[in-house]
């Protein structure tokens, strides 16, 4: 078996200038791959679909940064660009076992399927009003920045109670919080004026609580659950990080498969299929997360003919595991949303750390989607796929901008 990470890595592309075709190699190198992350930071990745659910319920592999080998010998500087996402904070993303299940169950109880659909109304409201905003000349226009960014980011502001005059900045802080390329010098100040948001969000819910999820996290403190403030301001952040870039992408990219596969666009508009086959196929071909950051090995972990050692760092590789031939067959690297199995995917995590915000983006989705192309049914790319560029974030499938026309 083999052993360490001192073998040759597969870096991961800072700039993600072509991420189906790291994908593939990655998938390539076998279950468990050798990778670096952007400022040379050597991980583990694993790649495909079978051994990814596994290790996502393996005890072994742990939440706690301070198990990382790396982390304990001061190797991860605190100005690393990623740091944000390996070490966000005390909540439900960095504690495991029963500490995990305090957490989750608290967020669960405020994201059940009947809350959830309660929500369905103000979704659609604020879907038509984005869309009334839209040229219906036949004009190009960004639809990401139009619509598929503001309608979730609207979405996660209601949800958790946020002013919507906050969001313009939190796009901002939200952009360097997630890319490669964020100057040194500014990541600590971008985690702490993060920071420094939900706690002036928290401290507004405690003075005048409403229907919200912050509100709901305070009172649940204030009642024996034991929440810290530590853990509420960092349960707020991962849930606006993680519920609004997931949605963006998820939109944006089915409108790029569609427009790119207009024969299964047509069957769609004609109601030969349905919108949650679009959906789940575009969870698992173009999944919105292309690597989760990070699991911590406390012991030596086999997988295949190779290990993570004890103390080894572990990234979930979506983007190439979605396209497993062994899980989805040998149509795997086909956008086909006419296939049998198209609910086989991962792409919301598996197990109990199952992303609890899923049921809220599919309902996000399944409500802008039919919109958009029930008022705009001739929407197509205003330039070839290929002009289309990624921006430099090594955690999302996101695109910097989305021209489209309508007529």
């Known amino acids: 078996m083999t052993t360490g990470i001192e073998e040759a890595r597969i870096p991961l592309d800072p700039f993600v200038t072509d991420?189906?075709?790291?994908?593939?190699?990655?998938?390539?190198?076998?279950?468990?791959?050798?990778?670096?992350?952007?400022?040379?930071?050597?991980?583990?990745?694993?790649?495909?679909?079978?051994?990814?659910?596994?290790?996502?319920?393996?005890?072994r592999l742990v939440k706690d940064i301070n198990v990382w080998g790396a982390w304990q010998r001061g190797e991860i500087p605190a100005d690393w660009p990623l740091i944000g996402l390996a070490n966000p904070g005390r909540s439900m993303l960095t504690v495991d076992g029963a500490e995990h299940r305090r957490l989750r169950t608290l967020v669960a109880q405020a994201l059940t399927v009947r809350r959830v659909e309660h929500m369905r109304g103000r979704i659609?409201?604020?879907?038509?009003?984005?869309?009334?905003?839209?040229?219906?000349?036949?004009?190009?226009?960004?639809?990401?920045?139009?619509?598929?960014?503001?309608?979730?980011?609207?979405?996660?502001?209601?949800?958790?109670?946020?002013?919507?005059?906050?969001?313009?900045?939190?796009?901002?802080?939200?952009?360097?919080?997630?890319s490669t390329q964020t100057p040194p010098e500014e990541v600590v100040a971008t985690l702490t004026e993060l920071a420094g948001i939900m706690a002036d969000t928290v401290a507004a819910k405690r003075a005048a609580p409403g229907d919200d999820l912050t509100s709901a996290l305070i009172l649940a403190s204030e009642n024996g659950d034991h929440l810290t403030d530590e853990e509420i301001v960092s349960t707020l952040q991962l849930m606006v990080a993680a519920g609004h870039e997931t949605t963006?992408?998820?939109?944006?990219?089915?409108?790029?498969?569609?427009?790119?596969?207009?024969?299964?666009?047509?069957?769609?508009?004609?109601?030969?299929?349905?919108?949650?086959?679009?959906?789940e196929e575009t969870l698992r071909w173009s999944t919105p997360t292309s690597h989760v950051l990070i699991r911590f090995a406390t012991e030596d972990v086999p997988v295949g003919d190779r290990v993570i050692p004890a103390g080894d760092a572990l990234i979930v590789s979506y983007g190439a595991l979605g396209r497993d031939e062994?899980?989805?067959?040998?149509?795997?690297?086909?956008?086909?949303?006419?296939?049998?199995?198209?609910?086989?995917?991962?792409?919301?995590?598996?197990?109990?750390?199952?992303?609890?915000g899923a049921a809220l983006s599919r309902l996000e989705a399944a409500v802008a989607l039919p919109a958009?192309?029930?008022?705009?049914?001739?929407?197509?790319?205003?330039?070839p796929a290929s002009e289309l560029r990624n921006k430099p974030v090594v955690t999302q499938n996101d695109l910097f901008e989305l021209p489209v026309r309508t007529a």
């Open 372 to 383: 958009l192309y029930a008022r705009f049914p001739r929407l197509d790319l205003a330039v």
């Open 19 to 59: 991420l189906d075709g790291e994908s593939a190699r990655l998938r390539a190198a076998g279950p468990l791959a050798a990778v670096e992350l952007p400022g040379g930071v050597p991980v583990w990745a694993v790649t495909h679909h079978a051994e990814a659910k596994a290790l996502l319920t393996d005890p």
């Open 326 to 356: 062994r899980a989805h067959g040998p149509t795997a690297g086909a956008f086909d949303i006419t296939r049998d199995s198209p609910s086989r995917h991962i792409s919301f995590g598996h197990g109990p750390h199952v992303c609890p």
């Open 124 to 178: 659609t409201e604020l879907t038509d009003r984005l869309l009334d905003e839209l040229p219906a000349d036949g004009g190009v226009f960004d639809l990401k920045a139009a619509f598929a960014y503001p309608l979730p980011m609207y979405v996660v502001a209601d949800l958790m109670g946020i002013e919507e005059a906050r969001l313009p900045r939190l796009k901002v802080l939200f952009e360097k919080f997630f």
């Open 248 to 279: 963006i992408s998820l939109i944006v990219n089915a409108v790029v498969n569609l427009s790119t596969h207009p024969e299964q666009r047509a069957l769609v508009l004609s109601g030969r299929a349905e919108w949650s086959a679009v959906i």
